[in-house]
Nanobody
Framework: QVQLVESGGGLVQSGGSLTLSCAAS????????IGWFRQAPGKQREGFSC?????????FVGSVVRGRFTMSRDIAKNTAYLQMSALKPEDTAVYYC????????????WGQGTQVTVSS
């Protein structure tokens, strides 16, 4: 059974940085992808990035976080990371990671979410 556990959220000032982790278990190989999503208060959940654990290739959706957020992975730890910099108050949200066979497939396992709050 696949399990995903996020960590690293917290309170940060505008312009600051945070790194989120998504620790995965239950996979028999590195043939999966981790997507990152967020849901701000009163808004729908939005997906904005994905990393393929096979080769570390990354995809970003839209331009809201492009250039400020990066992704990486540690295969030995089955962990994906989301490095966030130049944070803005509008980045405040609950951040989720989810897994799929690849970045184009449906995400079918989800973590519990971690709160990121950016103060102005």
């Amino acid at each position: 059974q696949v399990q995903l556990v996020e960590s690293g959220g917290g309170l940060v000032q505008s312009g600051g940085s945070l790194t989120l982790s998504c620790a995965a278990s239950g996979f028999s190989s590195d043939a999966y992808a981790i997507g990152w999503f967020r849901q701000a208060p009163g808004k729908q959940r939005e997906g904005f990035s994905c990393i393929d654990m096979r080769d570390g290739s990354t995809n970003f959706v839209g331009s809201v976080v492009r250039g400020r957020f990066t992704m990486s992975r540690d295969i030995a730890k089955n962990t994906a990371y989301l490095q966030m910099s130049a944070l803005k108050p509008e980045d405040t949200a609950v951040y989720y990671c989810a897994s799929a066979y690849n970045c184009r497939a449906d995400f079918d396992s989800w973590g519990q979410g971690t709160q990121v709050t950016v103060s102005s």
